[in-house]
C-alpha cells in the first residue's frame, strides 16, 4: 500500500496520504469528523495505536472510501 | 494536552502537594502521627471529573476510545503495583513481629500510602503511555 504508515500488529494505514488527497484536510477535521481527539490520528498515523472496527469504520467514511482502502493487514 | 492527560497531571499534582503537607506537618507538629493528617491532601483527587468540563459543555471530545483504553492499561499497571506493595509491606510486618499484631495507627497510614501508590503510579502510567504513542 503506497503512503501506508504501519504498526508492530502489521496492520497499516493510508490516512496520512488520504487526508492530503482530500484538499488536505487537518488532524483537527478528521477527529472531529470521527469523534476523537486529534492525538489519536497522530496516533494512528504514526502506527502506535490500532483503531477499533468502529472507528476503522468512522475514518473510511469520512474519507469516503471502503475500510480495506484506509486499513491493511500485512503479516 | 489531551484531557486525559490534564488529569494526570493533576493527580500527580496532588500527590506531589501530599508529600509537601506530610513533611511540613511533621515539621510542625513533630508527630509522625499527626503529620499523616497531611494525607488529607489526597481528597482533592475528587475534583479530577471537574477537568475538561469546559471543553464538554462546548460540545468537544474530551475523552475517545484510545484515551479508554490507555486509562484501563494505567489502572492494570497501577493495581498491580498495588498489590506487590501491599503485599510485601504485610510479608514483612508479619515476618519482622511474631505476634502479628498491626496497630490501627499503621493499618490507616497503609491506607493512606496505598492510596498515595495507586493514584502516582496511575498518573504516571497514563503520562508514559501518552508520550510513547504520540511520538511524531
Not at chain 2, 80 to 106: D, F, P
Request: with cysteine; net charge positive.
Amino acid at each position: 500500500m503506497p503512503g501506508s504508515n504501519g504498526s508492530s500488529n502489521g496492520i497499516v494505514n493510508r490516512i496520512r496520504r488520504l487526508r492530503f488527497d482530500r484538499d488536505e484536510m487537518t488532524q483537527e477535521e478528521l477527529a472531529r469528523l470521527t469523534s476523537v481527539t486529534r492525538q489519536t490520528i497522530i496516533a494512528l498515523e504514526a502506527g502506535k495505536y490500532t483503531p477499533s472496527l468502529d472507528l476503522a469504520f468512522r475514518i473510511a467514511r469520512a474519507f469516503g472510501v471502503g475500510v480495506e482502502d484506509v486499513f491493511e493487514y500485512r503479516k | 494536552m489531551t484531557v486525559l492527560q490534564k488529569m494526570a497531571w493533576f493527580i500527580l499534582g496532588v500527590c506531589l502537594l501530599t508529600v509537601v503537607a506530610v513533611i511540613a506537618c511533621y515539621r510542625i507538629t513533630g508527630s509522625p502521627a499527626r503529620a499523616a493528617g497531611g494525607m488529607g491532601v489526597l481528597g482533592l483527587c475528587g475534583a479530577q471529573p471537574l477537568i475538561g468540563l469546559r471543553r464538554k459543555r462546548r460540545g468537544e471530545i474530551t475523552m475517545d476510545e484510545r484515551d479508554h483504553a490507555i486509562w484501563q492499561k494505567a489502572g492494570k499497571i497501577a493495581f498491580g503495583t498495588l498489590w506487590v506493595a501491599v503485599v510485601a509491606v504485610v510479608t514483612a510486618a508479619a515476618v519482622a513481629n511474631e505476634k502479628a499484631a498491626i496497630s490501627v495507627r499503621a493499618l490507616s497510614d497503609l491506607l493512606f500510602c496505598a492510596m498515595w501508590l495507586i493514584m502516582a503510579v496511575w498518573s504516571l502510567s497514563i503520562l508514559w503511555m501518552c508520550r510513547s504513542q504520540s511520538a511524531r
